[in-house]
């Protein structure tokens, strides 16, 4: 439990760091293209990762596969700590005042005070309890899938990992091409394509759900 939190709060600044690095690295024409190109490598690795989660569990117990994360976590950490610093590519006149930790704290109850920051406020949290019941939904479509009177775990933990890949791969392709997008057409309008393009891909999970139609779920 303690490890998870603090999973999750090295996270948040994990998220807020990626973010802030590569747009240094951009202007307004490029920024949507070179973070798609960022997720899309990201994604990559989580097509790697699946393949090997596929096999090893398939193979191998959780505990076995839970040393392997641990290993990959703690190189990680140690290549993180050796990236360059980064400086914005355009500069205004006046040089910007870094931010203290107290003006941040301050700034984040002032936004949280404006009627105008609610409706994205709003949006954030219901993506994030999407998120939470994503994470657990998986797990509970393969359990009705292959019930375990008739499947072994290590036979549905394979068939799972075959659908992490497709995800993960759809992940990348949406990056390179969405990232383009955004720097071409409208922010708005691209996320109301995604919008609609997450809600065909809830509709097909749940007829999966209910017909226990694997190739959906892929």
């Known amino acids: 439990i303690v490890s998870s939190i603090l999973l999750g709060l090295s996270g948040s600044w994990l998220w807020l760091s990626q973010s802030d690095s590569v747009n240094c690295c951009t202007n307004e024409k490029t920024k949507g293209f070179f973070n798609g190109i960022f997720w899309s490598i990201m994604q990559v690795c989580q097509i790697i990762g699946s ?8 193979n191998t117990d959780q505990f076995t596969f839970y040393k392997m994360l641990l290993c990959f976590g703690c190189l990680a950490c140690v290549m993180f700590a050796c990236l360059p610093s980064v400086q914005e590519q355009e500069h205004n006149d006046q040089e910007k005042k870094q931010e203290t930790l107290a003006d941040s ?21 219901i993506s994030g309890i999407v998120v939470s019941l994503y994470v657990a939904f998986l797990p509970s479509i393969m359990e009705r899938l292959f019930p ?65 139609m694997y190739l959906l779920v892929v």
């Open 51 to 58: 393949i090997i989660a596929t096999f090893v569990l398939g």
């Open 105 to 125: 704290v301050r700034n984040f109850f002032s936004t949280l005070r404006l009627r105008s920051s609610y409706f994205i406020l709003a949006c954030f949290f």
């Open 148 to 212: 375990k009177a008739d499947y072994s775990d290590q036979y549905v933990l394979l068939r799972s990992g075959y659908a992490l890949i497709a995800l993960a791969c759809g992940e990348v392709s949406a990056g390179i091409l969405m990232g383009k997008l955004s720097d071409i057409y409208n922010k708005i309008s691209v996320t109301n394509v995604i919008i609609l393009i997450a809600e065909i891909a809830l509709i097909l999970t749940f007829v999966a759900y209910a017909f226990k």
